[in-house]
């Protein structure tokens, strides 16, 4: 079987970004003074606790960021349809889905036609059976999937038990083999491994490693019990249409991580250029760009959203020969929320470099530079920037959570992703209603809950680790505390 | 000070007459009429005479801005702008789809807002000020570390599972308040009670924490020294002197919300039932009606232009130091 490379532009924009980071990461190792507060947030054990977490998600979120078309089996080739003579499904998949058929195997493909439990072995509606008598019969049924390996669905418990164990098991195995890798790196080297190790369990190397090893057991137990009992039955239950939950979860990361990350992204050259050009050069550009992100932050944020989404949805809808396929569309959708979410939070950034560029414009450094005849756009980008730069990261790490939580707001009052785009926010959506069920159809929103929850606050606690360990001011007015109140 | 408020106020019409024209681009320039009469009347079926018809009924079918066809002065008053746009400028924004007046609307609909906006306002504003005294009281302390642990987790938590899970504990399970629906605004403190009590709750996390910052700030500053040096006790020193400096940037930071209170919250009003601004504009989002959004942008925006005058009246009043040029 062959496949076809699909970049959507989320894609894209997203392995330009990882590219960005590593470029980024490469400059601060070489740079003492860049280091510095990085090695603060990474002597934090809770940043380095979340930092675990957010990789996780990241890992996630990026194998399923590489999409691809595979070649259909059966291939009936027109020789309009395929000219190269091998005809593509229209169908695009990820490396996650792949995976996920692969992991869940038999659970893979086929879904049930409705709700059902958690490691249920029946569906959670009643339906009319016919009897081998010919009698009918309102029963649960069986579910097509989730627990058919079992003859007697009395076993379940035990059956239950017996994979959750297998799957700790597994957890405990895969930990071990990604903490001996740790240790390698750790300890630069084999040699000496029970050293390495001890310090690490004893918390004694400069970086506190015990943290995340702590953070990659819970996570590898998790995973081991999530693959070993979700390959047989659906560890988080199936939605309205039958789709497995835990799949469905794993697939809104993706989601979360683009708003997150892309919608700084967009807005981030923007608004640094606009801030601090509008603080250097003061003037009639001063009050051009303030002009402009006064009227921009004065318009309700929602309903501008909300103006601009509907407005690209009939884009949409009026050119459909430049979306093929239905995940063309939907990813068209999300960069334009992404892009308009960032014209709508941009502002706020640039009023902060605006305020400090004019402090630094009258410091002596710049003065000097420019009596030295360096010209405007040196003195922006060579001077100025790199001393706003923990400005910028802070609000890039802040605003991440910040859009993770408007994205599943966005996608209830309905102007948030295509609903064909799997996202926490849709999956709220379809299961806000169902709370108001007898028996309660709980499991939707509680997975939800949990991946949104893990991610948001992993994000939020390492935000405030950065932004103590960025901001010089603070860094300042704490000593100054503790000289003083002598409580803090 | 008469100057500079008039100032203020002619910048706040600069900037009315840019977000005018920012929606006026967004909703007739980037599609156009047609357009949107296409995706109204559904689909790519529709006849050219059913899109002219929809758009002579709405006033559509004139040209945008500048019409050739008419004579003197109405070469520009008969056109889309001047009739749709510049028209919100003197409070004529027509009708909605369904053939309502929308100013009517807005005026019936801004008191059941403003029911549920104003107690969350006041009562999230007391919470959060004594929630952050309290941290700063005890800054650095165990109690203060915890707390700020639950409030990032408060943070953290989406306000639809904080609307979710409290219509499921108290009206579903404990069955204290209705689930959702209005009766009026003195008459039905038992449709009002749960939004505000769950609008509070969402509003601590970040509120609280900003608040607390301001105080520990504020503790650092030299006037505390100096009453610390006169053996005043910590309650006083807290609760006399600094809480007093410190509302000075939490009030008149709150100040710029005041009016935006009017516009409802969305996702509040729309999950509770509530006839109020919200509600009215989410209704708006997902039929697509168009002209009840571009009338929503415009109202909210006035009101936020009208919030950022008072935080600069409210500068002067509070804190004598500063002077208006």
């Known amino acids: 079987m062959s496949i076809t490379p699909v970049l959507l532009l989320t894609d894209a924009l997203l392995w330009l970004l990882v590219l960005a980071v590593a470029a980024y990461a490469w400059n601060v190792r070489r740079h003492e003074h860049l280091l510095a507060p990085w090695v603060k947030v990474r002597q934090n054990p809770i940043a380095m606790a979340c930092a675990t977490v957010l990789a996780a998600y990241a890992l996630v979120g990026l194998a399923d960021s590489l999409h691809f078309r595979s070649s259909t089996a059966a291939a009936p080739a027109s020789a309009t349809a395929a000219?190269?003579?091998?005809?593509?499904?229209?169908?695009?998949?990820s490396l996650l889905d792949v995976l996920i058929a692969q992991a869940f195997g038999p659970m893979a493909g086929k879904s049930e036609k409705t709700y059902s439990e958690p490691l249920a072995t029946h569906s959670f509606a009643k339906e009319t059976i016919e009897a081998p008598g010919g009698v009918q019969a309102r029963e649960y049924p069986r579910l097509a999937v989730g627990g058919a390996h079992l003859k007697d669905p009395a076993d379940r418990a035990g059956d239950i038990a017996w994979r959750a164990l297998?799957?700790?098991?597994?957890?405990?195995?895969?930990?071990?083999?990604?903490?001996?890798?740790?240790?390698?790196?750790?300890?630069?080297?084999?040699?000496?491994?029970?050293?390495?190790?001890?310090?690490?369990?004893?918390n004694t190397t400069p970086a506190p490693w015990r943290p995340v090893l702590i953070t990659l057991l819970v996570i590898c137990l998790l995973a081991g019990v999530a693959l070993v009992l979700g390959s047989r039955y659906h560890l988080l239950g199936t939605d309205k249409v039958g789709q497995d939950v835990l799949g469905l979860s794993l697939k809104s990361i993706?989601?979360?991580?683009?708003?997150?990350?892309?919608?700084?992204?967009?807005?981030?050259?923007?608004?640094?250029?606009?801030?601090?050009?509008?603080?250097?050069?003061?003037?009639?550009?001063?009050?051009?760009?303030?002009?402009?992100?006064?009227t921009l932050s004065s318009i309700p944020g929602v309903l501008l959203i909300a103006a601009a989404i509907l407005m690209t949805t009939v884009y949409i809808d009026a050119h459909p020969d430049l979306f093929p396929t239905t995940l063309q569309r939907a990813d068209f959708r999300l960069l334009a929320l992404c892009v308009i979410l960032g014209i709508t939070s941009w502002t706020g950034l640039c009023r902060l470099l605006r305020g400090e560029a004019l402090k630094l414009r009258e410091l002596d450094y710049i003065v000097a530079a420019k009596a030295f005849g360096v010209g405007r756009l040196r003195v922006i980008t060579r001077h100025m920037l790199p001393n706003v730069m923990h400005l910028?990261?802070?609000?890039?790490?802040?605003?991440?959570?910040?859009?993770?939580?408007t994205e599943a707001v966005l996608s209830y009052v309905g102007v948030g992703v295509d609903p064909t785009t799997n996202s926490f926010g849709t999956m709220i959506n379809a299961a806000r209603l169902e709370i108001s069920r007898e028996p309660v159809v709980w499991w939707l929103l509680a997975s939800a809950f949990f991946f949104m929850l893990s991610l948001v606050l992993a994000a939020n606690l390492f935000a405030d680790v950065v932004q103590e360990a960025f901001d010089p001011r603070r860094v300042v007015k704490r000593a100054r505390l503790r000289l003083l109140g002598g409580r803090a | 000070?008469?100057?500079?408020?008039?100032?203020?106020?002619?910048?706040?019409?600069?900037?009315?007459?840019?977000?005018?024209?920012?929606?006026?681009?967004?909703?007739?320039?980037?599609?156009?009429?047609?357009?949107?009469?296409?995706i109204q009347l559904g689909g790519k079926r529709v006849t050219a005479d059913a899109i002219s018809k929809w758009k002579a009924e709405r006033g559509y079918d004139k040209p945008l801005v500048y019409n050739a066809q008419a004579t003197g002065g109405k070469k520009f008053t008969e056109t889309i702008y001047y009739e749709k746009s510049a028209a919100m400028f003197v409070l004529d924004f027509g009708q909605s789809d369904d053939g309502r007046d929308i100013w009517y609307e807005i005026r019936t609909r801004a008191g059941p807002s403003l029911a549920i906006a104003i107690p969350t306002f006041i009562i999230g504003l007391g919470v959060n000020i004594s929630f952050a005294l309290l941290l700063a009281l005890f800054r650095g302390t165990r109690f203060d570390f915890s707390s700020q642990i639950f409030l990032i987790v408060m943070m953290s938590i989406s306000t639809l599972f904080f609307?979710?899970?409290?219509?499921?504990?108290?009206?579903?399970?404990?069955?204290?308040?209705?689930?959702?629906?209005?009766?009026?605004?003195?008459?039905?403190?038992?449709?009002?009670?749960?939004p505000v009590l769950i609008g509070v709750t969402t509003s601590i996390g970040s509120s609280t924490r900003l608040y607390r910052t301001i105080f520990i700030e504020e503790v650092g500053r030299d006037y505390v020294r100096t009453a610390r040096a006169k053996g005043l006790s910590e309650l006083t020193v807290m609760f006399k002197h600094v809480l007093k400096n410190g509302m000075i940037p939490v009030l008149t930071g709150v100040v710029v919300v005041i009016p935006v209170l009017f516009m409802g919250s969305l996702l509040f009003e729309s999950f509770f039932g509530i006839p109020g601004l919200g509600s009215y504009t989410i209704e708006a989002i997902q039929s697509q009606d168009?002209?009840?959004?571009?009338?929503?942008?415009?109202?909210?925006?006035?009101?936020?232009?009208?919030?950022?005058?008072?935080?600069?009246?409210?500068?002067?009043?509070?804190?004598p130091r500063v002077r208006l040029e």
């Open chain 1, 83 to 93: 000219p190269a003579g091998r005809q593509y499904s229209v169908e695009v998949k």
């Open chain 1, 166 to 202: 297998a799957g700790l098991a597994a957890g405990c195995g895969l930990w071990l083999v990604l903490g001996l890798l740790l240790c390698v790196w750790v300890g630069r080297g084999f040699t000496r491994l029970p050293h390495t190790w001890r310090a690490i369990w004893h």
């Open chain 1, 254 to 294: 993706r989601t979360g991580l683009v708003m997150g990350t892309l919608t700084t992204m967009v807005m981030l050259p923007f608004a640094v250029l606009a801030g601090l050009t509008a603080g250097y050069l003061k003037g009639w550009v001063d009050d051009l760009i303030v002009y402009i992100y006064t």
């Open chain 1, 392 to 405: 910028i990261t802070i609000t890039a790490v802040m605003d991440f959570s910040a859009m993770v939580l």
């Open chain 2, 1 to 38: 000070m008469m100057a500079y408020i008039l100032r203020r106020i002619g910048y706040g019409l600069l900037v009315l007459i840019g977000v005018n024209l920012i929606t006026f681009w967004l909703f007739f320039t980037v599609n156009t009429p047609d357009d949107i009469a296409r």
């Open chain 2, 163 to 194: 609307i979710i899970g409290g219509q499921f504990v108290f009206s579903k399970i404990w069955r204290l308040v209705p689930v959702s629906g209005f009766d009026g605004i003195f008459d039905g403190w038992r449709f009002i009670a749960l």
């Open chain 2, 290 to 319: 168009f002209g009840i959004v571009r009338s929503m942008v415009f109202i909210g925006t006035v009101l936020y232009v009208l919030g950022l005058i008072l935080t600069d009246i409210s500068y002067t009043l509070v804190d």
